[in-house]
């Protein structure tokens, strides 16, 4: 009878799957990518070494048809008026929302209205309605007129600097128009150099959000969760420039506001946050913040007979196994 041999060629098939889902890290089961639309890329990143970390990268195709951004634009008696990621990507119907701006008053006054003025040149669809700061509060972790970025109406991006001829601090050295423009407390990939500072605040473990540039007109945007032991405990500004530039090809790239703030939201098509957010202190829970960047893009091109994504490390899974059986196959014919 063939019953007997046929059970054991897929006992033996079964049990060089479980051996592989049982071998520690056979291939890099920590990383999944999906296309959840046309132009952008969703990375999701885990990693045990040197310390539990969960990371979220985007990259956003510039020539991609359909990509369009929006800074918060100003309102309120201040700058902005705060809100969460999430109600920003729900109120401008996008699809992807990240963190951008440091913004004071922090910690927030009590009663708190809300309103705040940003840290560093901001503009919103042209209208140029923060500065950059000579003397911005937080010295320790904020540069003194750090370094911004622009995406102007035709989606080209550029890092840009403050025009030091022009006391106002609403223009720039680069030969661009200011469209959406947005800055962090500095800027730690330029030309490919890890350029990060090296002080206390720096070299401290922390969430953090960073905006970048990659060859071939790409956007990257990338969030670290921190301040959970065990889950994610956060990296330092050196470790995420050198993280970008090394596996994701990042030549230029600003550090924004980090830590409680950190924040990155899909609507896929649900609105959601995607990263785990430490905002009000507990895992999950979001902050109202400044100001936050809103990506729009065109629904994922159908292709026939494509197969969803699945993480690299089920896809090793199903190739070990498939492996297995056609060895067992073989040997059994042999």
């Not at 990296?235 to 506001?257: F, I, K, P, Q």
């Not at 924040?263 to 946050?273: G, H, I, Q």
């Amino acid at each position: 009878m063939r019953t007997r041999p046929l059970l054991r060629t897929w006992c033996a098939a079964l049990a060089i799957v479980a051996a592989a889902l049982a071998w520690p890290r056979p291939c890099p089961a920590d990383v999944a990518t999906t296309h959840p639309f046309a132009g952008v890329t969703h990375v999701k990143r885990t990693e045990a070494l040197p310390r539990p970390l969960r990371m979220h990268v985007v990259l956003v195709d510039l020539g991609a048809p359909g990509i369009r951004f929006l800074v918060t634009p100003p309102s309120g008696p201040l700058e902005t008026v705060k809100e969460t990621t999430r109600a920003f990507l729900e109120r401008e119907h996008a699809q992807v929302a990240l963190n951008l701006h440091y913004f004071e008053p922090w910690p927030p006054p009590k009663p708190d209205t809300g309103a705040v003025d940003l840290v560093g040149l901001a503009a919103s669809e042209g209208r140029v309605y923060s500065a950059f700061d000579a003397n911005p509060p937080k010295p320790f972790a904020i540069h003194a007129n750090a370094a911004g970025l622009n995406i102007d109406a035709n989606n080209h991006a550029t890092i840009v600097h403050r025009n030091p001829a022009d006391p106002s601090g609403r223009t720039v050295t680069e030969p661009v128009t200011l469209w959406n423009a947005l800055a962090g407390n500095e800027e730690i990939l330029a030309g490919g150099v890890n350029v990060a500072s090296t002080g206390a605040w720096d070299r401290t473990l922390n969430p953090h959000t960073v905006i970048g540039l990659a060859p071939r007109r790409v956007l990257v945007l990338f969030t670290v969760d921190g301040r959970q032991p065990g889950a994610s405990d956060g990296m330092t500004t050196s470790e995420v420039a050198d993280l970008l530039s090394r596996d994701y090809g990042v030549t230029d790239a600003l550090n924004l506001d980090g830590g409680g703030s950190t924040t990155l939201c899909l609507a896929d098509p649900v609105p959601r946050v995607v990263n785990v957010p430490v905002g009000l202190g507990a895992p999950g829970t979001e902050r109202p913040v400044g100001s936050n960047l809103a990506v729009f893009a065109r629904p994922p091109a159908v292709v026939p007979g494509h197969l969803p994504a699945v993480g690299v490390g089920a896809a090793c899974v199903i190739v070990v196994g498939l492996a297995a059986l056609a060895v067992v196959r073989r040997r059994r014919k042999g």
